[in-house]
């Protein structure tokens, strides 16, 4: 079958997006896997936005206890319910890298629990983040930024980005470590981020090319065990720089990703497809309605009435059939499905039959 350029342009246009993995470059070890204790942990924190112009929590009871609560602990007594619209309550969130020591800085982003129009202006009020284990490791505080804003009058607004999410760079510090000392480690745990079998037996395979046989061995598809050399006894900071060079040639099964709603398929180069035949076609029907006005003549006796003028048209689409043989690999299924001039959304309903026919050889997920 001859290729035509411009009819594979507007198939790719057309919001259809397809990878070819079959020949995958090597990837670095670090981009394909992580190491087991080295993670980020994610930190959370109820906090108080002070200082906006009028554009905070209103109606919110937990705004005015919380301030109430503030206040109190500052020795400023509140004995009446407090009600200021120049504060909001914000869920403050952050991430606590690894290895993160006492002092540094972290980057965190407020959210808006209330109903507060903007946070632009505002000052985050010392706030304790907190981890999963409910212990405190860093501490926020500072101006916040949106990135943004938002205006409006008696019959007009303009907003730009979003006014009730802002974020403070380096606005947390660090006031507990997680302890975790690499160098005491004898072996590490490689956790794949696509587990597969094919990609951790490559990955002991290049491992124990360079270092020597018998240091790595997986465990499973998705768990690589490597030994620390002896040569590298207390220094596993330099045995993981020269780890995370090794290059490996990922793989992965065939899989076809369909997203209705926008109508995208992604495709891997693997996909194979059994022997069957294809017809695409269809039927249109277009309905007008012309209604018309039937009014008596003059001084008569009678009513004026809308009467219905349908005119109904069908039409059906000659449907074309093609024969895909026994692998038929992804180019041959795009230049075959192409030649039937389908659509994005004819083709979501084509990649279902063929797979509800057994004749697709790849995972099918409809997100």
């Known amino acids: 079958m001859q290729r035509k350029p411009l009819n594979m342009f507007r198939f790719l246009v057309a919001a259809i997006i397809f990878f070819q993995v079959g020949f995958v470059e090597a990837a670095r070890l670090k981009d394909v896997v992580n190491i087991e204790g080295v993670r980020d942990n994610p930190l959370t924190g109820f906090g108080l936005v002070v200082g906006l112009n009028g554009t905070g929590d209103s109606g919110a009871a937990f705004t005015n206890q919380s301030l109430k609560m503030m206040l109190e602990r500052m020795g400023i007594s509140a004995k009446e319910t407090v009600k200021v619209n120049n504060v909001a309550s914000v869920m403050v969130t952050g991430t606590l890298p690894p290895f993160a020591r006492q002092g540094s800085r972290l980057d965190v982003t407020l959210s808006s629990l209330g109903d507060a129009k903007s946070l632009q202006g505002g000052t985050l009020i010392m706030t304790p983040l907190k981890g999963a284990d409910g212990r405190i490791y860093a501490v926020a505080q500072g101006p916040l930024s949106i990135g943004g804003f938002a205006a409006e009058g008696g019959g007009a607004a303009v907003q730009k980005n979003h006014p009730t999410v802002g974020r403070i760079a380096g606005g947390a510090i660090v006031e507990r470590e997680i302890k975790f000392n690499l160098n005491n480690e004898f072996s590490l745990q490689l956790a794949l981020k696509n587990p597969d079998f094919t990609t951790a037996s490559r990955i002991v395979g290049a491992i124990n090319d360079l270092f020597g046989k018998g240091l790595a061995l997986a465990k499973d598809s998705g768990t690589v065990t490597v030994k620390v050399p002896a040569d590298y006894k207390k220094q596993v900071v330099s045995f993981v720089s020269r780890l995370e060079k090794v290059q490996v040639d990922p793989d992965q099964p065939a899989k076809i990703v369909v997203n209705e709603r926008t109508g995208t398929i992604v495709m891997g180069d693997n996909v194979r497809v059994s022997t069957v035949a294809l017809a695409h076609g269809g039927l249109s029907i277009k309905v ?80």
Do not use: C, F, H, Y
Not at 298 to 309: A, F, K, Q, R, Y
Not at 314 to 337: F, N, S, W, Y
Not at 356 to 367: M, N, P, R, S, V
């Open 288 to 367: 007008k309605e012309n209604p018309k006005v039937s009014q008596p003549g003059p001084l008569s006796e009678g009513e004026t009435v809308v009467t219905p003028d349908t005119d109904v048209e069908a039409k059906e689409i000659d449907a074309k059939v093609i024969e895909m043989e026994e692998g038929v690999t992804l180019g041959d299924l795009v230049r075959g499905l192409n030649s039937v001039g389908v659509t994005p959304r004819d083709l979501i309903a084509i990649l279902q039959a063929i797979k509800a026919a057994g004749a697709l050889q790849a995972d099918l997920e409809i997100l």
